[in-house]
Structure formats: structure tokens, C-alpha cells
């Protein structure tokens, strides 16, 4: 965006408007290089939660203006987007660096460290048939593809709303509606996504280390850098070397408990490290979560465009562990899962015949 001088008050007065909106970005953690009577340019996006990244990142596609809130740390992102609808704003995006009182389905507590993973809600008008089960299939795979697409990672997932990746739950998705009063029909749809990225310096509480995991154990962040694999993206017009750290955390030897550091010297100031990764002010690399909000909230819009086809169901069915083994449901009966049907239901033999189970948990019994 050039600024030329000038003493006209109309290229003042833009001069000003410019520079308002490049102090803005900054303080939202952008790194912007200003070059006298040029312009400027992004050297790096912020890896703070930006409400103006995550806006620009949504797709045209959503109906209106999307109502988009970033917050530090909040009770949970469905109760505001619950508020925000109800205000009618929608659609709306609330997302938060950690949450309190993150809810799971039936009002399990979902573990929410500042830092650490992706929180957010997406909120919108439905008036359509499709049930809100069927809707939480569609944000189960808009989420795994977004991870098998941006980060090489193939998650499973546990029906009807659990993300898991080498046997541990990384992620989950709670789905409410408001309906309308007369008919029953779902009037808004409010769908939670939690994701833990990075595990705790010092570990899940007792309660989850054993089944509790992250989007981290699942890749190399450094060697994927490091790699040439296209993830680093350079400019043409700068021949300086520099040295960048490159940090990750897990529980492998690629990725351990403790920081691990790689440098490379590098031709030209790399400042991007594709969509999904970016860089802090001391080198190190994380992940965009503004990105990867944007990303899913896409994925899931093109998956309810293309409805009334059911075509994402075979992904969904495909990546669910659970068909074929044997699983305990709420009441205490031991059931073997045979498929999923057109409208997300759990399906079982009972008797002779096929019983859909639409609600409720599953529990695997054997791996």
C-alpha cells in the first residue's frame, strides 16, 4: 500500500488512515515494515487471536457479514455465540485464547489451557431438516480434513463428536440449537469446536493424561520447516542471511517434552511458513490459529452447500473406529456398531433388526 509524499490535505488525511489501520494490525501482534515514501509490508502474521485475520480469512460464501469476537479467556465460546444469536448477530464467530468452563456434549467439562489449543464457536441460521447430529458429522470432517490437508495428519474420529489421533482424543465438537417454539424445527445452529494443538508444559491433568492427546504428537513442526516441503516462502528482493529457531513441544522424540531448537541459516527474510504456521517475535514457530479457525469455518460451509447429498458421510464413515467393534452405551448394553446412517444415527442389529442410536455416548470396549 504506497504512501507518497505530498502536501495535499486529501493524501494527508489518507496518510492517516493508513497509518491508523498498519497501528491497529500492530497491536494485534502483525509485524509490519514500513519503508519511508514506499509502503509497507507484512514480515509476519500475529499469533494472537485477530479478529481482523480471522474475518478476512472466511469465505465470501457466508451469508452477511459475519460477527466476529476474539477474547483472552472467557467461561465458553457456545455460551457467547448462544448470547450473540440471540442478539441476532448472525452469523457470528466467537473464539478465545482459553476458556473456564469449556462444555463437551451432556455437560462433560472440556480441559481449556490458555495457549494451547483452537477454541471456537460458529453460530448461523439453519431452517433446514438436517438434524443437529447430522450437523456435528459435517464439523467432525471438515475439521480432519483441514488436519489431513494443511498438516499431513489422518485424525479418527468417535461418534458421534470425538477427534482422535493414535488412540487419544485430541478434539470434540459440541452442537446446540434454538428451535422454533411451534414447530420444533432448529431456528440457529451454535457449533463448538475444541482442539487441543500443544500439550501442557507439564502434562493433562491425572484425569486425562491417559487418554488425552494433541495435534503435536501427530508431526514435526521443525523438520517440517526444515524440510523444503514448502511450508517456508521467500522474498525475491532481499538476499540477507539470517538465523531462525524453530520450537515444538510433545511427547516423542521429534517432538519432546522439553523445547526443542533447530537453526538454519536462511537466504532472505523467510517470513511465512504456510497458512498454517507462524512465526513469534523471538523466531520461534507456532501454529496460525487464525488460519485454522477460518479454515474448518470454510470446510464446513462448502459441506452444508452441498446438501441434501449426503457425500461427506462416506469420509466420516470411513474415519470412525467404532463400526464393527464393541461399544458400551449409557444404559450398560454392549452393542456392535454395523454403520452410520444417511442422517449420522449409530446404527446397530437388535432383535433381528436395525435400531438407530441418535443420541448419547459410546464407549469402545476393546481397541
Not at 334 to 350: C, F, H, M, N, Q
Request: a neutral charge.
Amino acid at each position: 500500500m504506497p504512501c507518497q509524499a505530498s502536501k495535499s490535505p486529501k493524501s494527508s488525511a489518507l496518510r492517516t488512515a493508513v497509518w491508523k489501520i498498519i497501528d491497529s494490525l500492530r497491536k494485534q501482534g502483525f509485524v509490519i515494515e514500513g519503508v519511508q515514501n514506499r509502503g509497507y509490508r507484512l514480515l509476519c502474521e500475529t499469533l494472537r487471536l485477530s479478529e481482523d485475520a480471522i474475518r478476512s480469512g472466511l469465505t465470501r460464501d457466508w451469508h452477511g457479514d459475519v460477527f466476529v469476537r476474539c477474547y483472552e479467556t472467557i467461561t465458553s465460546t457456545n455460551t457467547f455465540a448462544k448470547v450473540a444469536a440471540a442478539e441476532s448477530k448472525l452469523p457470528c464467530l466467537i473464539a478465545s485464547n482459553g476458556q473456564t468452563s469449556g462444555r463437551g456434549r451432556r455437560g462433560n467439562f472440556f480441559h481449556s489451557p490458555e495457549g494451547l489449543g483452537l477454541y471456537f464457536s460458529i453460530a448461523f441460521h439453519w431452517g433446514r431438516d438436517e438434524s443437529p447430529t447430522l450437523v456435528t458429522t459435517m464439523a467432525a470432517v471438515a475439521l480432519c480434513r483441514v488436519l489431513q490437508r494443511e498438516l499431513g495428519i489422518h485424525a479418527d474420529i468417535k461418534w458421534v463428536n470425538d477427534i482422535f489421533l493414535n488412540g487419544k482424543k485430541i478434539g470434540g465438537i459440541l452442537t446446540e440449537a434454538t428451535s422454533v417454539l411451534d414447530t420444533g424445527q432448529a431456528e440457529s445452529i451454535i457449533i463448538g469446536i475444541g482442539l487441543n494443538l500443544e500439550r501442557p508444559v507439564r502434562g493433562y491433568p491425572p484425569e486425562l493424561a491417559d487418554i488425552a492427546g494433541a495435534v503435536s504428537d501427530g508431526i514435526c513442526l521443525a523438520q517440517s520447516c526444515l524440510s523444503g516441503s514448502g511450508l517456508i516462502t521467500d522474498y525475491a528482493d532481499d538476499s540477507a542471511e539470517r538465523e531462525y529457531t524453530y520450537r515444538t513441544s510433545g511427547d516423542s522424540p521429534s517432538v519432546c517434552g522439553q523445547e526443542i531448537v533447530h537453526r538454519k541459516v536462511l537466504n532472505g527474510p523467510r517470513r511465512y511458513f504456510g497458512s498454517v504456521f507462524a512465526e513469534d517475535e523471538r523466531g520461534g514457530i507456532s501454529f496460525n490459529r487464525n488460519a485454522l479457525i477460518t479454515m474448518i469455518a470454510n470446510e464446513l460451509y462448502y459441506i452444508i452447500q452441498g446438501l441434501p447429498k449426503r457425500d461427506y458421510l462416506d469420509e466420516y464413515r470411513e474415519r470412525c473406529f467404532v463400526l464393527g467393534k464393541e461399544v458400551l452405551l449409557d444404559d450398560g448394553r454392549v452393542v456392535t456398531p454395523t454403520a452410520i446412517s444417511d442422517e449420522g444415527a449409530l446404527v446397530y442389529r437388535k432383535g433381528g433388526r436395525d435400531v438407530e442410536l441418535t443420541a448419547g455416548e459410546v464407549r469402545l470396549l476393546r481397541i
